[in-house]
C-alpha cells in the first residue's frame, strides 16, 4: 500500500498569516495517463471531509483562491495564503493512483 | 442539490452484521463510481471499498476483505454496505462518498460501534 506522511500534524497560525502542509508519499503519484492523483480534503469540525483540490493543484468548484497546491511526484504542498478562522479543522491528502486509496494521517489546523 | 444520506448504523456486538444504506438524490446515480470511507472515533479518514457504476467491479481495503461487501441498486439511487463478522476494530463513522478517484460529495455518515 502506498503510505502518506503529512507534516506538521498541528499548526496554529495567527488569522491573515500563511500556512504550509506537506504531504509525502512511499510511491510516484503520476499515472501513465500523465495526470498525477494527489488530493487535498479539509474536515472542519463536525463535518464530513469537502474537496479542497484536486490533481495536485486544481481548486475544486467555490473553493477560495487563498488555497493552492504544488507538488510533483512524491512531495506535494497545500498552502494557505492568509488563514481565516473558517480555515479550522483538519487537512488530509489523499492518493488514489493505486488501490486501496490512502490518507495522510491529517494535519490539524487551529487558530491562535 | 446533491444529497448523499447514509443510514442502519447502530450498535452491534463483536461478530455481528450491519447493512448500511445510502440515498443518492440530486445527481444521475448510475453515471458515477461510489465508495464508502470510514472513520474511526478520534483518527483520520480510511478508505474501505468502492464500486463502479454498474457494479460489474468492486474493490476493498484488505481489513474487510471476505467481511464486508458493497454494492448498489441503481434504480432505488442506493448504495449499500453488508458488514458481517464486525470487529471492535470496526468501529467508526462510516461515509459514502461520490466519485471514482476523488470525492467531491460527502455524506453526514453513519456512526457504527461494535461492543459487548
Known amino acids: 500500500d502506498i503510505v502518506m506522511t503529512q507534516t506538521p500534524l498541528s499548526l496554529s497560525v495567527t488569522p491573515g498569516q500563511p500556512a504550509s502542509i506537506s504531504c509525502k508519499s512511499s510511491q510516484s503519484l503520476l499515472h501513465s495517463d500523465g495526470k498525477t492523483y494527489l488530493y487535498w480534503y479539509l474536515q472542519k469540525p463536525g463535518q464530513p471531509p469537502q474537496l479542497l483540490i484536486y490533481e495536485v493543484s486544481n481548486r475544486f468548484s467555490g473553493v477560495p483562491d487563498r488555497f493552492s497546491g504544488s507538488g510533483s511526484g512524491t512531495d506535494f504542498t497545500l498552502k494557505i495564503s492568509r488563514v481565516e478562522a473558517e480555515d479550522v479543522g483538519v487537512y488530509y491528502c489523499m492518493q488514489s493512483i493505486q488501490l486501496p486509496f490512502t490518507f495522510g494521517p491529517g494535519t490539524k489546523v487551529d487558530i491562535k | 442539490e446533491v444529497q448523499l444520506v447514509e443510514s442502519g448504523g447502530g450498535l452491534v456486538q463483536p461478530g455481528g452484521s450491519l447493512r448500511l444504506s445510502c440515498a443518492a438524490s440530486g445527481f444521475t446515480f448510475s453515471s458515477y463510481w461510489m465508495s464508502w470511507v470510514r472513520q474511526a472515533p478520534g483518527k483520520g479518514l480510511e478508505w474501505v471499498a468502492n464500486i463502479k457504476q454498474d457494479g460489474s467491479e468492486k474493490y476493498y481495503v484488505d481489513s474487510v476483505k471476505g467481511r464486508f461487501t458493497i454494492s448498489r441498486d441503481n434504480a432505488k439511487n442506493s448504495l449499500y454496505l453488508q458488514m458481517n463478522s464486525l470487529r471492535a476494530e470496526d468501529t467508526a463513522v462510516y461515509y459514502c462518498?461520490?466519485?471514482?478517484?476523488?470525492?467531491?460529495?460527502w455524506g453526514q455518515g453513519t456512526l457504527v460501534t461494535v461492543s459487548s
Open positions: 462518498a461520490r466519485g471514482t478517484r476523488s470525492y467531491d460529495y
